[in-house]
DNA sequence: AACGCATATGACAACGCTGCCATCATACCC
DNA sequence: GGGTATGATGGCAGCGTTGTCATATGCGTT
């Protein structure tokens, strides 16, 4: 019942070569290859013909040949070990944007980051697909085993939001102090003064610049920065739960809670359901990262969104444009506030 | 303050090439390829002393000079559209497992389904780097251009899931008939007898093949198929929120919804909300996917998994054994019921 | 001892492209 | 007018592997 037309599988279907456009055109195969390669030293004239036989022919440069025959592999590694699948899924999207723009190829690894044999992985990785750069993700990018791999092959690289810093290292990410000082100006603009925060993993520079942002923005606002209203969370969903009852049990419990990422935010949304409290009636609360759990939890988490999209985008252009031996780079871009259901001004408020 | 050691930099990190292994094994470059590539007519003796030197060098074949000399290209094409986050990144897992172990590279490309040329440039794609097979998944699977294209270039491929049936095409599948059988079976033991059903987007097989489920369930269990239980969705959050709203005005409401996916029993979930009713207590939600929401909505969902992951290394292997001249093939996996807190017998139950 | 046959190994071209160098024409300078 | 920079183009080797074919070796048969 199901069948294949025989036709359909007996053609073989040779793609056009450098040698066919050559002969099309009237040209030596290296001046394809010159047109093809955006190089110069070609007549407006040659290059239209050329350009026209590539069209006609459906012409793309066989990317083994390129990559045998060239430095140039026109491939793109993105490494990643078992991170939230919306978060990869955002920044694939962003990174395949900008290759299929500029011709490039993208080829997904994952790896084990705890396995103590990735150093050696990543190098034989990369040098043996001469890969252009890679795309580093969390938890990979924290790795220094892979960091030191990829200097030693001489490969470029960019890690998208980072959680340490590492020497040596080009990254993407958001200026996480400000986004965290926003989002505690907004709690505060609402009219909330004891606001919670949950603080995220030690040791992730995030986390700490994110803390800090919230510090400052209290001090800026003259509000105390209360011990009990800061507790200590991992950024897991479970540590959440627990930070969220100990901020709940408070004599004086916050009017709105600050978690340092949408897990840790969403398990205060379930853990105050056991303390009959309405949300955001009577307990606002914020997360950051705006990670898929934020919109499908009840309500709608207000949080900070990272433009992870665009952070994927902007990584590639950087691996395209720098060498390897470009210095370490640092790049910024602008974090969003998204302000969703949980939040409101504190009960009691006019 | 960031700094690299030049020493990173300056090396020129040749990994070691097929001559490397053969002069520090004794033998030809042509016998170190037979052993790399597993072929017969190699003497023990022989094997053994290339497979040292292997190790000892790390060496690992480059893939362009591979894929230019050969057939073969050892390269492995995941194509797709804008699908569900959590999905595409399970499947991905699965397929770079697989990869590794066979020694493949994976490529993936995002595509867009509803653009008119998508034949030509998936054929481009396929026939450029001369892919060892695609594999495709909504909704760039259900796409007869897409599947064309790729039968005109000679290429492998099988769709994981797919929705609609389509000729000549090899898939990988669950059981979604019997899934649903099972999850209406399960409802039914708990004590309910007023099943709302949610269906799919109809012209989708799967939908077609839960519904049916459903419904021979019913009839197994000498139930009647009432008309007003079964309403219309179409897979979307919306459909399930306007579906919901109808089952749950009915005068005699059903003791127990089955939503047709997850994104829809997600939405009964808010819905019911309004209605005040308390879930699982005065009504049970089931899904189906086992997707992300299934798991962070509140309470956790009753649903059916597919296992994704698993399907994704059957449908590599199939790639890998396969050659694009065998017919297409269907090959289906289990599902598995995944009972949570959304489902509890009904109410006044014993 | 001569032959056939299977098994083990190597020599060499080819894959499609780019890098390097050579060539040729043109334009400019003193 | 001879010399020299500059732009446009082509010839050819070589990238690291595999496919094809040739060769060598060992063994059983007659």
Chains 1, 2 share one sequence.
């Not at 001469?130 to 890690?159: E, K, M, W, Y």
């Not at 996480?176 to 003064?193: Q, S, V």
């Not at 709105?256 to 955001?280: E, H, T």
């Not at 031996?325 to 602008?334: A, K, M, S, T």
Request: proline share 6%; with cysteine; hydrophobic share 40%.
């Amino acid at each position: 019942m199901i069948t294949v037309k025989p036709s359909d599988r007996t053609a073989a279907p040779k793609p056009a070569s450098i040698y066919d456009v050559a002969k099309r055109a009237g040209v030596s195969i290296k001046t394809v290859s010159r047109v093809v390669n955006r190089q110069s030293n070609v007549s407006d004239a040659t290059r239209e013909k050329v350009m026209e036989a590539v069209d006609a022919l459906s012409y793309r440069p066989n990317i083994f040949a390129r990559g045998l025959a060239s430095e140039r592999s026109f491939l793109i590694g993105l490494l990643y070990d078992n991170p939230s699948a919306g978060y990869i899924a955002a920044m694939q999207v962003g990174v395949l944007t900008r290759c299929r723009e500029e011709g490039y190829h993208l080829i997904v690894e994952s790896l084990d980051a705890a396995n103590p044999n990735i150093g050696r992985q990543v190098h034989s990785l990369v040098t043996e697909s001469s890969l252009h750069g890679v795309i580093l993700t969390a938890p990979l990018c924290d790795s220094q085993a892979v960091i030191d791999a990829l200097n030693r092959a001489n490969c470029p690289f960019v890690r998208i939001a980072p959680e340490k810093h590492l020497p040596g290292a080009s990254d993407v990410r958001i200026d996480d102090f400000k986004a965290a000082y926003d989002m505690t100006a907004y709690l505060i603009g609402l009219g909330h003064r004891r606001i919670g925060f949950i603080k995220g993993h030690p040791g992730h520079g995030a986390a700490q610049a994110r803390f800090a942002g919230y510090r400052s923005a209290l001090e800026h606002a003259g509000l105390p920065l209360e011990e009990e209203l800061c507790v200590q969370g991992f950024f897991s969903y479970q540590s959440g739960l627990e930070a969220g009852e100990k901020l709940l049990t408070l004599k004086n419990r916050p009017t709105a809670i600050f978690a340092g990422n949408d897990d840790m935010a969403a398990a205060v949304l379930a853990c105050s359901q056991r303390f009959n409290l309405k949300i955001p009636h009577d307990l606002s609360v914020a997360g950051f990262d705006d990670s898929l759990v934020a919109q499908v939890v009840s309500p709608r988490l207000t949080t900070c969104r990272q433009p992870i999209r665009e952070m994927a985008e902007a990584a590639v252009s950087m691996l395209i444009q720098r060498s390897a031996n470009d210095g370490p780079v640092e790049r910024q871009l602008d974090h969003e506030l998204v302000v969703r259901e949980s939040t409101v001004p504190p009960p009691g408020a006019t």
